[in-house]
């Protein structure tokens, strides 16, 4: 059975978010399950790879160049698809993302022929089911959402400007939504099955609540959607190796972990109160300003903060306001920072994450293996992989008040420690969800 995954990150050749953890794991998981998937990535800017040739795809009625690279990371095998606006320092942001990535799916198909599966990923791969029904490659198709906020949508006269498709297929396969282009809606009608990435996720964005629109489709494919859980990459992710840290620990002894937390405190002049890390986007999504509304409450339950992200504008100025309001009790460290991250992730004591909504997390899985007691939203991926007062804290409320409440039952637990072990003891790897992946695999391919 060959394999290929269609991706806009992976990691460590590009990464924003948790997608990019998993692409750049779950094929090792496969691989030990006897497969060999490729992952096709958009050669972007500073990513090293090899060059091994070119192939061509129709755009905008041109014949157009795509550069071939190769690379590896752990024995997987990468095909880079250059095409000239991915030279870019970060894979995102620009205004031209729509069109780029209509490019990237386009170019990718034509590289495809060889497949029995591709998987696509979000909506910068999710054309590919729909040109495969188009008669562009014979694979079987399944695609993950892995964000359902992010759906790509466009003016149609534009995208039909540029991929001269056939006008049919506006309402007959699926692209149209609310009168515009959403690839989104086309890869969920279009691919054999569709999966996401927690099953309470999976259920929640089939209701009007958490289907961002596109709930009545998702419904009406119900019986091919399913979720299946993320894993970590266990072996990158574990306390007991991390590069990344200067004292080692496992779930026998935590006492690295309390020499990480002194020198995490020391590195940010903090008191040496309960801390609370967050390692996070600073997007909407993930409620960062909840824990803004509420700071004032938290330093009064004498708890510190220590603030890993960036994003949106604003949460960066309020989050360097309080910090500099706040010494000795909150620091903030805007950007992406790979290092730190670990370190906040072993030097906490809990962590939080206040999600509006969360398809699965990762966030949270890296915690809770780092003994770091999650401090989460009760939705989403959270909900299945958080036990409240066994491995974390759980809140409901989507406010200040939520955020207090689960920060109380986190101060309020008598055994801080046992539930950290918990914490530690659980499984996230992706030895489980690997083997639904492969099962999916095999029904598709019959
Ligand atoms: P999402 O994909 O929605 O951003 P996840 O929890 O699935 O959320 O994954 C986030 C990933 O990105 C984790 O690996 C987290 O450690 C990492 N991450 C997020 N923000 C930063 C940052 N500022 N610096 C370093 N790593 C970050
Ligand atoms: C998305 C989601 C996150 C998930 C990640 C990987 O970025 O926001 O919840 O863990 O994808 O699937």
Same mark, same amino acid.
Not at 138 to 158: E, F, K, M, P
Not at 171 to 184: F, K, P, R, S, T
């Given at each position: 059975m060959k394999v290929a995954f269609v991706a806009s990150e992976a990691f460590p050749f590009a990464k924003v978010g948790g997608l990019a953890d998993v692409i750049g794991s779950l094929p090792q998981a496969l691989r030990k399950l006897g497969l060999k998937p490729t992952i096709f990535l958009p050669w972007y800017w500073g990513i090293q790879g090899y060059y091994v040739g070119e192939a061509w795809f129709n755009f905008e009625g041109h014949r157009e160049k795509i550069g071939i690279g190769h690379a590896e990371h752990q024995g997987v095998r990468y095909v880079l698809v250059g095409l000239g606006d991915f030279a870019r320092d970060k894979p995102y942001g620009y205004d031209d993302d729509f069109r780029r990535f209509v490019r990237f799916a386009m170019a990718t198909a034509e590289l495809l022929g060889d497949f029995d599966i591709v998987h696509a990923h979000d909506w910068q791969?999710?054309?590919?089911?729909? !040109?495969?029904?188009?008669?562009?490659?014979?694979?079987?198709?399944?695609?993950?959402?892995?964000?359902?906020?992010?759906?790509?949508?466009?003016?149609?006269?534009?995208?039909?400007?540029?991929?001269?498709?056939?006008?049919?297929?506006?309402?007959?396969?699926?692209?149209?939504?609310?009168?515009?282009?959403?690839?989104?809606?086309?890869g969920?009608?279009?691919?054999?099955?569709?999966?996401?990435?927690?099953?309470?996720?999976?259920?929640?964005?089939?209701?009007?609540?958490?289907?961002?629109?596109?709930?009545?489709? !998702?419904?009406?494919?119900?019986?091919? !959607?399913?979720?299946? !859980?993320?894993?970590? #990459?266990? #072996?990158?992710?574990?306390?007991?190796? #991390?590069?990344?840290?200067?004292?080692?620990?496992?779930?026998t002894d935590l006492s690295g972990k309390a020499r990480n937390r002194a020198e995490l405190l020391s590195e940010f002049a903090l008191e040496d109160r309960p801390t609370l890390g967050v390692v996070s986007r600073f997007a909407h999504q993930k409620g960062i300003d909840l824990i803004g509304d509420a700071v004032d409450g938290l330093m009064g339950m004498g708890v510190n903060l220590v603030v890993l992200g960036s994003g949106e504008p604003g949460l960066e100025r309020t989050f360097a306001w309080m910090a500099s309001h706040l010494p000795g009790r909150l620091a903030y460290v805007q950007g992406y920072n790979e290092a730190l991250a670990h370190r906040i992730y072993a030097g906490s004591d809990g962590f939080l994450m206040p999600s509006r909504f969360e398809p699965c997390g990762l966030a949270q899985l890296i915690a809770m293996r780092y003994g770091t007691l999650p401090i989460v939203r009760a939705v989403g991926g959270l909900l299945d992989t958080v036990k409240h007062w066994e491995t974390g804290f759980m809140f409901d409320s989507m406010d200040a008040g939520g955020v207090l409440h689960g920060v109380s039952e986190f101060l309020k637990h008598p055994d801080r420690l046992s539930v950290a072990r918990n914490a530690m003891q659980a499984d996230f790897s992706w030895d489980k969800p690997a083997r639904e992946y492969v099962s999916l695999y095999q029904q598709l391919l019959g």
């Open positions: 791969a999710a054309l590919l089911p729909l !040109l495969r029904n188009l008669g562009w490659f014979r694979a079987r198709t399944v695609y993950t959402i892995h964000n359902l906020a992010y759906q790509g949508v466009w003016g149609s006269q534009d995208f039909y400007a540029w991929t001269r498709l056939p006008g049919e297929t506006y309402y007959g396969a699926g692209l149209e939504h609310n009168g515009a282009i959403n690839l989104m809606k086309a969920i009608v279009n691919a054999d099955a569709v999966t996401t990435v927690s099953p309470r996720y999976a259920w929640e964005i089939t209701t009007p609540e958490g289907g961002e629109g596109l709930d009545g489709v !998702l419904r009406s494919q119900q019986g091919k !959607l399913r979720g299946i !859980l993320n894993g970590l #990459d266990t #072996d990158y992710w574990n306390p007991a190796t #991390d590069r990344y840290l200067k004292h080692h620990y496992d779930a």
